[in-house]
């Protein structure tokens, strides 16, 4: 959560929050004057994340499909997403519609518990040159939705991009 660069009073937004175990972390960032925000476009996630105390005073819960925020334009400084861009039919849509809501100057960061590599190898798969996580492929599609590029880590153990809105 220190990438993302959140301070407090500001608002954090998870994307494809599911139970919302991240939701905390972002809490401490933007501290108790600040907005937490999980999004999941499946109801039993949230209620699954209302049940383990993860929403009232620590996070608003939203039913919402990532492609189509009800958010007004510019109004959030940090997205976190984990596992989710490369689950979308449309990635490249989706990172325009994140950027629509991000305030220039705010940060995106994507992040998998595991590798591109790891996760094909667990799947018994050969690595895809189509990945959208792949870096060749995630680079030009970040540009493209309004974002640069800051930081793309492929390791073994995790997945993170780091990204900051522009314009």
Not at 70 to 84: E, H, K, Q, R, Y
Request: hydrophobic share 40%; net charge neutral; proline share 7%.
């Amino acid at each position: 959560m220190a990438r993302m660069g959140l301070r407090p009073g500001q608002t954090a937004l998870d994307l494809g929050c599911g139970t919302g175990r991240v939701l905390p972390a972002l809490r401490a960032e933007v501290g108790d004057k600040g907005t937490v925000l999980g999004v999941d476009v499946t109801p039993a996630m949230l209620t699954a994340a209302a049940r383990e105390g993860r929403d009232g005073d620590l996070a608003h819960l939203l039913v919402a499909d990532c492609l189509r925020l009800p958010l007004p334009s510019g109004t959030v400084d940090g997205i976190f997403s984990a596992g989710l861009l490369d689950h979308l039919a449309e990635p490249a849509a989706a990172l325009r519609e994140w950027a629509r809501v991000v305030r220039p100057g705010g940060t995106l960061l994507l992040f998998h518990r595991s590798g591109r590599a790891e996760r094909a190898a667990r799947h018994c798969r050969p690595l895809s040159p189509d990945d959208p996580l792949a870096e060749p492929n995630l680079r030009p599609m970040l540009t493209a939705g309004g974002w640069h590029t800051e930081e793309y880590d492929d390791a073994r153990a995790y997945f993170l991009t780091r990204a900051i809105r522009t314009g």
